[in-house]
């Protein structure tokens, strides 16, 4: 397995603890008033009136979940828009977030600098700032932790249980750019074109998180379940499926492709199922209504990430399989694996 980021020659070593939080940390506090400056314990936040709070947590590790000369700020940005995905998928709105990180030995001010200012430039895109956290020293590997918090209108939070028999399944922009942004990244499809290499990195790097998308889907009133991709497409929507007590088929042909990762598939056919499982994807993936369709298809392009139609819930209960791949002739495909798993 990688390890951290290794200390570059003549880097600068890290400042005490609670020098550090001050130095780097505290400011991204700056707009929560009850984190406090990160001088106590503990944030204090009252929902507004007639919300409830959404609260996720992801955890990334140095060569599990980045590899290690990842740029630092790219690695910020990603810990914080993997949970932006899971409230957009509840259709809520990001409200701050609570932070847990363990630097090695290896961790120099650099580093940590520069995942500062990759959250700083994320916290002003999605207008949220830093409620507080915890820094601690690790024999590694470098491991950190975020919680997003949310708000999002009382009991009407989207769920993944709520798929119906004769449901359409949609999902929106392209599904496994990421999957193929970590081969780029490891220096594989050496003949791709530079401008498509770039955003399949992108893809992989930098998660678009739907919240625009998210909470008008909830405002809608159309959507029956959903849930973010994370761990893959045919994963996720077995997912939906085992909650829900119900099947699903997915049609593989349907699926909406990147023209980069279209070429990429039409030249190796066989990246298919890497494309529908290896995730990375965080788009969002709904069921609705069939006389839904139109109208969430309107608003997709309106909000300007389109949804597509992949599949439908058939009405059978969810059994060994809960979800079949179909080809475009009906043939179903048998997939090694649905999705990640981390054990």
Known sequence: MAQAPGKLPGASELPGEFDLIARYFAPLS?????????????????????YDLVLTVDAMVAGIHFLPDDPAASVARKLLRVNLSDLAAKGAMPVGYLMTTAFTAETDADWVAGFAAGLAADQREYGIGLMGGDTIATPGPLSLT????????????????????????????????????????RHEFLDLPPAERRFLEDRYHLPQPRLRLGQALLASNLVHAMMDVSDGLVGDLGHIAEASGVGA???????????????????????????LTGGDDYELLLTAAPDAVNDLLALGAEIGTPLSVVGCIPGHAAGERPVRVIDRDGVELNLATGGYRHF
């Open 249 to 275: 088929i997915l049609e593989a042909a349907a699926v909406p492709l990147s023209a980069a990762a279209a070429g990429l598939l039409a030249d190796a056919p066989d990246l298919l199922p890497l494309i």
């Open 30 to 50: 700056a707009g929560m008033p009850g984190a406090l400056g990160l001088t106590d314990d503990a944030c204090t936040y009252a929902p507004p009136p007639g």
């Open 146 to 185: 975020l919680t997003a918090l949310g708000i999002v209108p009382t009991g009407r939070a989207l769920r993944r249980n709520g798929a119906r028999p004769g449901d359409v399944v949609l999902v929106s922009g392209t599904i496994g750019d990421g999957a193929l942004g970590l081969k780029v990244l």
